[in-house]
């Protein structure tokens, strides 16, 4: 079923899976571009509806479901953003209409141990694992990969279902949680990487890397630790920028990525990068807008432009290298929020400062990414100067949730 609203003719058509407030960007980025959006959506109050051209209802998780309800629409590109549950569609979708994009890296993007079987066929460094479908199975993992080691599902986003284990009796106590929330009937332990944690933004483009970034992570305290923001430059990116542009080259060719963005985990270790893992499509966590402002452009534009199958490279090329930060803002406990307060006075460079809850809205203490209830975006002369003024920001601000429950969800390490 789909509805459409009557608007001038549009020489292509995107179709955009998914139609949540991150997706907001794509249509808008469609409509000034002239490419007719297609948003493709289960029924419900998602905030992107109304501004796509076009939606299509259907279950995004389920690519042979999307295909059969878009059989009888001009397609000419696909694509989603800042979120992994359309990437199979989006790669099946392509393969299907014969539309440019991702190949077999958006099914693994899907699944972390097809994704990491990938990367050990193509040489590239990524912790020893194993599968585990019983407890016996993890008992093994552990006696073999030793302690401590991670324990992960492997179709969930934003560290949900990752857990680090120290003993056996830790991963035995967490395998449970771990089965719980995954959709499929196995996940994966995988050896402990001791080292920084960072990440790479980057695009390919009719086969070639459009451009590469890499960006500092800075972590929320949890189990395991995760970024609950970002920071540009990362400090180490200069001395490191050759290696991490042959790692993502390879990264690319192994999960076979195009025309699309794309968003990598990976961990510094000893001096070498190791890959945690990749997805085809721009990250979460206000990345898109923190590539935005570093070079100067429309990000979101170039998304589209790429998944037409355009050449997006000079689009990159004169970069204003404009330092930024960004935060996901988190209440300190689970409840309805009664009211924000934020600081009398904002500076300039505060480029974003939004919330997407009101009062009387339900908050969960802030666990991961989808606890978020605002986000902050900074630039300024150095990602040191921006880290700064997010802590006084955050410093300043009060999240009153039933009783005041100040700013614990925004701590950095």
């Known amino acids: 079923m789909s509805f459409a609203r009557e608007d001038k003719a549009l020489s292509k058509t995107i179709l955009v899976l998914g139609a949540s407030y991150s997706q907001i960007p794509l249509f808008q980025a469609a409509k000034r571009l002239g490419v007719r959006s297609i948003a493709a959506t289960i029924p419900g109050p998602y905030a992107g509806i109304p501004y796509a051209d ?87 993992a552990g006696r073999k990969i030793g302690y401590p080691l991670m324990l992960k599902a492997v179709d969930l986003m ?28 196995y996940c994966i332990a995988e050896k402990f990487l001791a080292g920084t944690m960072f990440g790479v933004e980057a695009m390919m483009s009719r ?5 590469v970034l890499p960006l500092g992570n800075d972590l929320h305290a949890g189990n395991p630790p995760f970024p609950q923001g970002h920071h540009v430059p990362w400090e180490r990116a200069d001395a490191l920028y050759e290696k991490i542009c042959d790692v993502t080259q390879r990264v690319c060719k192994a999960l076979a990525y195009d025309n699309c963005a794309l968003d990598m985990d990976c961990m510094l270790q000893d001096g070498e990068i190791w890959m945690i893992e990749s997805t085809p499509r721009a990250g979460a966590t206000a990345i898109t807008d923190m590539v935005g ?31 930024n930060a960004s935060w996901l803002i988190g209440a300190d406990r689970t409840g309805i929020l009664e009211e924000i307060v934020l600081p009398e006075h904002l500076s300039e460079n505060v480029v974003d400062l939004s919330f997407n809850v009101k009062s009387g809205d339900e908050v969960r203490k802030f666990s991961s990414g989808r ?43």
């Open 207 to 211: 086969g070639s890397l459009a451009y």
């Open 293 to 323: 402002l570093y070079y100067g452009i429309d990000y979101f534009e170039a998304i589209v432009r790429s998944a037409l199958g355009e050449d997006v490279s000079d689009l990159f090329r004169a970069k204003s290298g404009l330092a």
């Open 158 to 185: 934003g560290s949900r279902g990752v857990f680090r284990a120290d003993s056996e009796e830790e991963a035995l106590s967490w395998y449970p949680l771990v089965m719980e929330q995954t959709r499929k009937d």
């Open 54 to 140: 076009e939606v299509v209802y259907c279950d995004i998780t389920k690519p042979e479901e999307v295909l059969q309800a878009v059989k009888d629409l001009s397609i000419d590109a696909v694509t989603t953003c800042c979120m992994d549950v359309g990437t199979r569609t989006m790669g099946y979708l392509c393969k299907m209409l014969s539309l440019p994009g991702p190949g077999i890296g958006a099914e693994a993007a899907c699944d972390k141990s097809l994704q990491k079987q990938l990367y050990e066929e193509a040489g590239i460094r990524t912790a020893p694992y194993f599968l585990i479908r019983s407890v016996e199975d993890l008992q093994r």
């Open 371 to 413: 606890d978020r209830i605002g986000q902050m975006i900074v630039k300024g002369n150095s990602a040191g100067d921006c880290l700064e003024e997010i802590r006084t920001i955050l410093q300043n601000t009060e999240i009153k949730v039933r009783e005041y429950a100040g700013i614990g969800g925004n701590t950095l390490l």
